[in-house]
């Protein structure tokens, strides 16, 4: 899969290079040559005033190619642009300073189908889900029994939106620890993501 990143100011940051060595970059996706069934990943770089060029933008990407996926790349973050942006059909925000490993990361989350969430907009959609919906305890208990021991454990701070960080000083342990045991969880639960992890756990009881 291609990695396109779409900037203004036509020229790739180091942290994108880190990331993706083959990386091409435009000023418009106009510019970008490829069939309209062609895999490819557009990362789209915006600043604070750029809200109706991206909303534009996505319309166009997801218009003109059938298999592109779009993650945002916002010098700002904001928890309204990032929603806005993922219901126009986007399937990731983060910093567009973000270390390339943390891109990484994005590029293989959402070529698995699930969604790049930033920290705080993920705790926020948790929050809201929580008022709306309730699942069955059952099916709690039935979903953490396919789990280790520690494995539930974490599984159960990542329903709370807590950063692998946090996980990693609640239950003292190390930052890859917590890493592969969210990606078994991913697995043994058959979810793409954080956000589906914590909607299957959405039990006000883990709270």
């Avoid at 790739?12 to 290079?17: E, M, R, S, V």
């Avoid at 917590?178 to 992890?197: N, P, T, W, Y």
Wanted: proline share 2%.
């Amino acid at each position: 899969m291609r990695d396109l990143f779409i900037s203004p100011r036509n020229s790739l940051l180091a942290n994108w290079t880190g990331a993706f060595e083959q990386a091409e970059v435009y000023t418009s996706v106009a510019d970008v040559k490829m069939g309209k069934n062609d895999a490819g990943l557009f990362w789209l770089h915006v600043d604070a005033n750029s809200q109706q060029w991206l909303s534009a933008t996505v319309v166009q990407i997801l218009a003109g190619f059938s298999n592109a996926k779009i993650v945002v790349l916002a010098n700002v973050p904001e928890q309204a642009e990032a929603a806005q942006t993922l219901s126009e059909g986007s399937v990731g925000y983060c910093h567009a300073y973000s270390d390339a490993s943390v891109l990484l990361a994005v590029k293989a989350v959402v070529s698995h189908g699930g969604i790049w969430l930033g920290k705080d907009l993920l705790q926020y959609l948790i929050a809201t889900s929580r008022q709306l919906v309730t699942a069955q305890p059952a099916a709690v208990t039935s979903a953490l029994h396919r789990l280790s021991p520690r494995e539930s454990e974490v599984a159960q701070q990542v329903s709370l939106g807590l950063s692998n960080k946090e996980i990693a000083r609640i239950l003292n342990v190390t930052e890859r620890t917590v890493k592969a045991h969210i990606s078994a969880c991913f697995e043994r639960l058959g979810v793409k993501d954080r956000l589906q992890l914590a909607l299957l756990l959405n039990d006000k009881s883990l709270s």
